[in-house]
Antibody, heavy 121, light 107 residues
Framework: QITLKESGPTLVKPTQTLTLTCTFS??????????VGWIRQPPGKALEWLAL???????RYSPSLNTRLTITKDTSKNQVVLTMTNMDPVDTGTYYC?????????????WGLGTLVVVSS | SYVLTQPPSVSVAPGQTARITCGGN??????VHWYQQRPGQAPVLVVF???DRPSGIPERFSGSNSGNTATLTISGAEAGDEADYYC??????????FGTGTTVTVV
């Protein structure tokens, strides 16, 4: 059974750096083709893809947020970490991590429950 | 950047058919995926690669894709189908792209 769980601060101040951790089970990020991504959703708005990291450490970022994002993985801990710099109130929303089973597929098979992040002074 | 456009809302009577569209330039050349997001919950994949269903997804959910439009069809709509639905594709310039989302109301 594949599960993912997001964790991190609920409240961050403007200009601070956000660090979120995705802890997963039921698969390994060392398996060929597997990847984990981050997607966010402002309150009442649409999903927005942020970043993706592959089993071979290949990394992809949203072009509009590329300069603010860093994604890393710790295969031994079954974790993926996303950092976002220079946080702003418009970054408020629910942040999800999600699993992609192989490189040939472009859909997210399984999502975590999400974690709410509020950016406010 | 690549843009996917969906109608903000669709209403359907119980037992009837709901059709949710997703528009994009030359969308028929891409693989389109659909997610259901019930209120307060995480998205769930309901259709992938235009028309395939993951295990556990009812046959009532079906998909098609041609030209500039992909369509998610919900046949025999039920109250439990009330949710937001998002289409998604991969694009070489933007990577993962989500649609603007459609709220389905069963009334």
């Amino acid at each position: 059974q594949i599960t993912l769980k997001e964790s991190g601060p609920t409240l961050v101040k403007p200009t601070q750096t956000l660090t979120l951790t995705c802890t997963f089970s039921g698969f390994s990020l060392s398996t060929s083709g597997v990847s984990v991504g981050w997607i966010r959703q402002p309150p009442g708005k649409a999903l927005e893809w942020l970043a993706l990291i592959y089993w071979d450490d290949d990394k992809r970022y949203s072009p509009s947020l590329n300069t603010r994002l860093t994604i890393t993985k710790d295969t031994s801990k079954n974790q993926v970490v996303l950092t976002m710099t220079n946080m702003d109130p418009v970054d408020t929303g629910t942040y999800y991590c999600a699993y992609k089973r192989n490189a040939a597929s472009s859909y997210f098979d399984k999502w975590g429950l999400g974690t709410l992040v509020v950016v406010s002074s | 950047s690549y843009v996917l456009t969906q109608p903000p809302s669709v209403s359907v009577a119980p037992g009837q058919t709901a059709r949710i569209t997703c528009g994009g330039n030359n969308l028929g050349s891409k693989r389109v995926h659909w997610y259901q997001q019930r209120p307060g919950q995480a998205p769930v994949l309901v259709v992938f690669d235009d028309k395939d269903r993951p295990s556990g997804i009812p046959e009532r959910f079906s998909g098609s894709n041609s030209g500039n439009t992909a369509t998610l069809t919900i046949s025999g709509a039920e109250a439990g189908d009330e949710a937001d639905y998002y289409c998604q594709v991969w694009d070489p310039t933007t990577d993962q792209v989500f649609g603007t989302g459609t709220t389905v109301t069963v009334v």
